[in-house]
């Protein structure tokens, strides 16, 4: 991945908040919808690289701050926050003082063996699921009914039949297509309460300590919205799950954890900018699951 030109970056920082000195401005990273900047070694500016990432940054900016109190770890509260396109960059961007702590991917596969963490991490999923739904699309989080829910999945499956199916077996395909029809075609899989969602806790935005052995944050919530609270549970942290567990709730969450792969050959226009192998690793993935 080439890393972006600094300097416009440095210059949109310095233009929308010229109070603030920038001494050193470094480039973190990015993903399919920010380019990320660490300003003076403490505050993380997200930059959008689309409209649609504007979007779900100004829907952090209005949710995170009635989001924090109610949970019981640090998530990120911006606090520089350009609310208007400039010269020097095109669209809102914001910044947040660094949360303490590296990323749990950082610590994988030795961390699976020391379970301190998931405890936290179930605890701070159950009370996110507790945040008011009235009030998160209030504050500009995407809703999700049932029907929508159903809806979007049986998109994805058609983005699959396009994408996916020419890079596989008809063998495969056959199975794919089982699967999808399967979870779709069963109006129990679609008659669970809605909840807030994160819709992305996976090992990168779950940060620690190790030698506290604390979890130190939660970190980007671009991807909120309202649906299925089984999206948000992986085995590390289902013990400690506060929330309702139906009688549907193991497929539900084996059927979400299973599409991953399809899900980022489908979406690779956008993905493959940021990470030009992940189409290939995705397929190996759907060649595990569905062998040829």
């Known amino acids: 991945m080439t890393q972006p030109d600094i300097q416009s970056y440095r210059a949109a920082v310095a233009e929308q908040f010229p109070a603030l000195r920038i001494d050193t401005l470094t480039y973190l990273g990015e993903a399919k919808d920010h380019v990320v900047c660490l300003a003076n070694g403490q505050l993380v500016f997200r930059f959008p690289k689309r409209p649609e990432a504007e979007q779900k940054l100004r829907m952090e900016i209005q949710l995170l701050p009635e989001l924090a109190p109610t949970l019981p770890l640090p998530i990120p509260q911006y606090n520089h926050i350009a609310r208007a396109p400039g010269r020097a960059f ?22 699976w063996d020391t379970p301190w963490w998931a405890p936290a991490v179930g605890t701070f999923v159950t009370a996110l699921h507790r ?10 989080v995407p809703s999700g009914t049932a029907k929508a829910w159903r809806s979007r999945y049986q998109n994805l499956y058609h983005g699959v039949q396009e994408k996916v199916y020419p890079l596989i077996t008809h063998r495969q395909q056959a199975a794919i297509r089982r699967y999808f029809e399967d979870f779709l075609d069963n109006p129990r899989h679609f008659e669970w309460e ?33 649906g299925d609270p089984a999206v948000d549970v992986r085995d590390a942290w289902e013990p400690y799950y506060g929330g ?49």
Do not use: K
């Not at 945040?131 to 500009?140: D, E, I, Y």
């Not at 549907?248 to 050959?265: D, H, K, M, S």
């Not at 690779?268 to 990470?275: A, T």
């Open 194 to 226: 809605p909840v807030l969602l994160h819709h992305d806790i996976y090992s990168g935005h779950i940060l620690l300590d190790v030698d506290s052995r604390q979890v130190t944050g939660i970190i980007d919530f671009s991807d909120c919205e309202i």
């Open 131 to 140: 945040f008011p739904v009235a009030r998160a699309r209030q504050l500009g």
């Open 244 to 292: 309702t567990m139906d009688a549907t709730w193991p497929e539900r969450r084996a059927f979400y954890y299973q599409l991953q792969p399809l899900a980022e050959i489908v979406a690779s226009d956008v993905l493959l900018e940021v990470y030009p192998a992940l189409a290939a690793q995705a397929l190996e993935q759907i060649n595990c699951h569905w062998p040829a």
């Open 90 to 111: 095109p669209r809102v961007f914001a910044g947040y003082p660094l949360l303490a702590g590296h990323p749990l991917t950082d610590y994988i596969p030795a961390i």
